[in-house]
């Protein structure tokens, strides 16, 4: 994996809370909470395009969460490399329907060239969508691995590099 020079670090977490699966974004951005520091900013949004755009504008690496839907299996773990390849934006509906969400976010951003450098996106896929409802077994089981993914991924992305001085032995 390629990593941005950059050494800070957006992590948005998207879902909305209260319909099912579609809060394993949520989710995952709240496990991570421990990593928020100057080099790692950890928000949740509900994926509204406007709101996406607006927040990682500016931003040089982002990783993005969310519940997908392409009819895979429920838990089913998707990662995107949005920075080198076009998101499957079937994957990804509007947040409702007269809304845009993550897909057009991308889209609109890519057009604009407001596109972070590094832009990586999670998808979990979701099963249960219903108003009020909890997240379906399979989801809840996949929430921490990637949650564990996110972590090796920004662990690996800053770790500081070594430099070894006149006359070192080391690699």
């Known amino acids: 994996m390629a990593y941005p020079a950059q050494d800070r670090l957006l992590l948005i977490g998207v ?6 699966d579609d809060a394993a974004g949520l989710l995952v951005a709240r496990s991570l909470l421990d ?5 790692v900013t ?12 607006s927040t990682w504008q500016g931003a040089e690496a982002v990783i993005l969460v ?14 995107f490399p949005v920075h080198r390849e076009p998101l ?6 509007s947040v409702s329907s007269h809304g845009w969400g993550v897909a057009q976010a991308v889209a609109l951003g890519r057009t604009l060239g407001q596109l972070p ?22 989801v809840a089981r996949t929430v921490p691995e990637v949650a564990r993914r996110i972590r090796a991924e920004i662990k690996t992305c800053f770790v500081p590099p070594k430099y070894s001085q006149v006359g070192d032995d080391q690699d």
Request: net charge negative; hydrophobic share 35%.
């Open 88 to 93: 499957p934006a079937e994957l990804f509906p």
């Open 35 to 39: 990593l928020a520091g100057p080099r």
């Open 15 to 20: 879902g909305q809370e209260w319909r099912g």
């Open 117 to 138: 450098s590094f832009l990586v996106i999670y998808g979990i896929e979701g099963h249960n969508f219903g108003l009020g409802r909890d997240l379906s077994p399979p």
């Open 42 to 53: 950890i928000l949740e949004q509900s994926g509204r395009a406007p709101d996406l755009l």
């Open 66 to 79: 969310d519940a997908v839907r392409s009819g895979g299996r429920p838990g089913e773990i998707h990662r």
